[in-house]
């Protein structure tokens, strides 16, 4: 959790974002959304949405917007199995998760290899380790070297085994959601309360696929946590002005918020802007460009003019490995993300190669920087004790032997986890290591540290019986077929 600062960074004036919310507003009553799911168009028709079957499409009017999202709480709790873990959205804070969705696995050099299960439980486990991580993707990566039809249950598994954070939940077909949340009842006992979030990813322009629309449903009706996102790409999937694409991707959030607060009133919701930029120049997407970070910012303020929590893509790049241009796009992209005053960083640790790859040495460099950026968020204590004017009129030259020093240092100046203290001889002498070898001798240690079980072991054995039971139905009906 990172404090939001004092003021945001604002790129769009009050018009502005009036006059895009506006030009959202019109899109969908005019060309409205296409649904490609009858369950989901069924539900729509039987609370009054005006829909046709033949094209999919609902259109949403500016006072059912209206009506829909006034119900879509403003503040809500995603509960963890540890309390203290508790993430309350919507209030001043950044909360970061890291990679989502990545196949692939990178090394230093960038070279990448198909993500696999081990992979995945070796990123959880920094992932659980590490103080800057707030919330736990269900796709890490994704691990490549089992079934399609079993990653929902050996994910569901490996994070409610574990993981004390709060969750997110697969999306990828109903069987794994329906996994996910009978396994989650398992931990919990019920799911009264919100102990998933869903990332549901709107198919730019103006559509949402059959799985899309059936996850939302699906989550949304066992009352967890629903996260929207558009896939803008400036030229590609959206107009190519910044101005359009905010019309388009907000129209699509809008939406498809709209829908879910209309099939199940007071679903917690977040909305945000995943991608943003493009490369016209090869027809790719764009993350860690400049258009990536005044996307994110302009969607944060048209979120607060609804006053509902909102995620972005913060800590993303389009370089291959953990180099310079990775470091000064994701920094940038960061800090856009703590300015703006997003409430959610998805893709916010070990994130390469245009969110395709994940990196062992990345991920724990990305904590580094979020520190960086914790220090920064951190309010200047301004008193007697702090303005220490006594202290100067009375030195002598030297500070380092006195006790305000010793008292104040350890608050006051941030001590970089991955640099030692040491001179340049010493450094040269010790072989040169840059920043990557320093890394991947802390993923070494991390991920050497014994794992500490925290489910009570009646509750692990059942959770580890209805693992085994699942695996070997579908195994089963896979040799079958």
């Known amino acids: 959790m990172i404090r939001h600062p004092q003021y945001h960074w604002t790129p769009l004036s009050p018009d502005q974002v009036e006059a895009i919310h506006t030009a959202s507003l019109d899109v969908l009553a005019r060309a409205g959304l296409c649904i490609q799911s009858p369950e989901l168009l069924r539900c729509l028709a039987e609370v009054g949405l005006r829909i046709d079957l033949p094209t999919q499409r609902v259109w949403l009017s500016q006072e059912e917007v209206a009506r829909h999202l006034a ?42 290899r198909a993500a696999t299960l081990d992979d995945f439980r070796k990123f959880t ?129 809008l939406g498809a918020a709209a829908i879910v607060e209309a099939i199940r009133p007071r679903t917690p919701l977040i909305l945000g802007i995943g991608g943003f930029g493009s490369d016209l120049r090869c027809g790719g997407s764009g993350f860690g460009r400049p258009e990536n970070a005044v996307g994110l910012a302009a969607g944060s303020q048209l979120a607060r003019r609804l006053n509902l ?65 914790r220090r920064l968020a951190r309010p200047t204590q301004v008193d007697d004790d702090t303005l220490a004017v006594g202290l100067i009129l ?12 010793v008292e104040h240092m350890r608050r006051e100046i941030h001590i970089p986890a991955l640099v030692p203290p040491e001179s340049h001889e010493s450094w040269l002498q010790g072989g040169g290591r840059d920043v990557r070898g320093l890394a991947a ?14 489910l009570p072991d009646d509750i692990q054995r059942e959770l580890d019986d209805y693992a085994r039971g699942r695996r070997d139905k579908i195994s089963s009906r896979t040799t079958a077929m």
């Open 71 to 112: 119900a879509a709480p403003k503040r809500w709790t995603l509960h963890a199995w540890n309390p203290r873990h508790d993430i309350h959205f919507g209030e001043h804070d950044l909360h970061v998760a890291p990679g989502y969705g990545s196949p692939f696995v990178a090394d230093t050099d960038g070279r990448r």
């Open 125 to 253: 486990s920094l992932a659980e380790r590490c103080d800057a991580v707030d919330l736990m993707s269900c796709l890490i990566v994704e691990p490549t070297d089992i079934p399609a039809g079993v990653r929902g249950v050996e994910i569901m598994h490996c994070l409610l085994s574990r993981s004390e954070k709060p969750l997110m939940g697969p999306v990828h077909s109903l069987e794994a959601i329906e996994d996910s949340l009978c396994m989650t009842r398992i931990v919990f006992g019920d799911l009264a309360r919100p102990r998933l979030v869903a990332l549901i990813n709107i198919n730019s322009p103006l559509r949402l696929d059959v799985r899309m629309a059936e996850a939302m449903l699906a989550y949304a009706r066992a009352g967890q946590a629903i996260l929207l996102t558009p896939g803008i790409m400036m030229g590609i999937t959206a107009p190519a002005t910044v101005a359009g694409a905010l019309v388009q991707g907000w129209a699509e959030l």
């Open 309 to 373: 929590p909102y995620r972005c893509s913060a800590m993303v790049t389009g370089s291959r490995g953990p180099d310079c241009r990775s470091g000064y796009e994701r920094m940038m992209t960061a800090l856009a993300a703590w300015h703006a005053g997003a409430h959610l960083a998805l893709q916010g640790m070990g994130i390469l190669d245009n969110i395709n790859s994940m990196s062992y040495e990345q991920f724990v460099i990305d904590a580094e920087i979020w520190n960086y950026v």
């Open 394 to 405: 009375e030195n002598d030259g030297s500070y380092m032997t006195r006790e305000h020093t």
């Open 441 to 454: 001798d802390r993923v070494e240690a991390m991920l050497s540290e014994p794992r500490r079980p925290h």
